[in-house]
Nanobody, 124 residues
Framework: QVHLVESGGGSVQAGGSLRLSCAAT????????MGWFRQAPGKEREGVAA????????YYADSVKGRFTISQDNAKKTVYLQMNNLEPEDTAMYYC?????????????????WGQGTQVTVSS
């Protein structure tokens, strides 16, 4: 069992930055990817970024490449999402998730454990 808690969301103006954190507890050694997803009102939940827990490979959605950076601190069992140059289109609930099955990083069904989410609101 893995328990995930996100933090760091908030309200910023366009062009601003936020850093999201995801603290994991429990048996995290089976995770393949740690990912960040987001869901805006009326839209599907989509993959934003992921990182392989056993290495340093990172993956990003095209919409956030060059603006967002995912990283991890294995000692703290924490994954971060640094979000720069935020746009109003980035407004969404952001969720941290743990994948224990591998496969394609952005497939939601591959992620077994999910946090409760943290809201990010970007105003123009």
């Amino acid at each position: 069992q893995v328990h995930l808690v996100e933090s760091g969301g908030g309200s910023v103006q366009a062009g601003g930055s936020l850093r999201l954190s995801c603290a994991a507890t429990g048996y995290t050694y089976s995770t393949i990817y740690m990912g960040w997803f987001r869901q805006a009102p009326g839209k599907e939940r989509e993959g934003v970024a992921a990182i392989r827990t056993g290495g340093s490979s990172t993956y990003y959605a095209d919409s956030v490449k060059g603006r967002f950076t995912i990283s991890q601190d294995n000692a703290k069992k924490t994954v971060y999402l640094q979000m720069n140059n935020l746009e109003p289109e980035d407004t969404a609930m952001y969720y941290c998730a743990a994948n224990i099955d591998g496969g394609i990083w952005y497939v939601r069904g591959r992620y077994k454990y999910w946090g409760q989410g943290t809201q990010v609101t970007v105003s123009s």
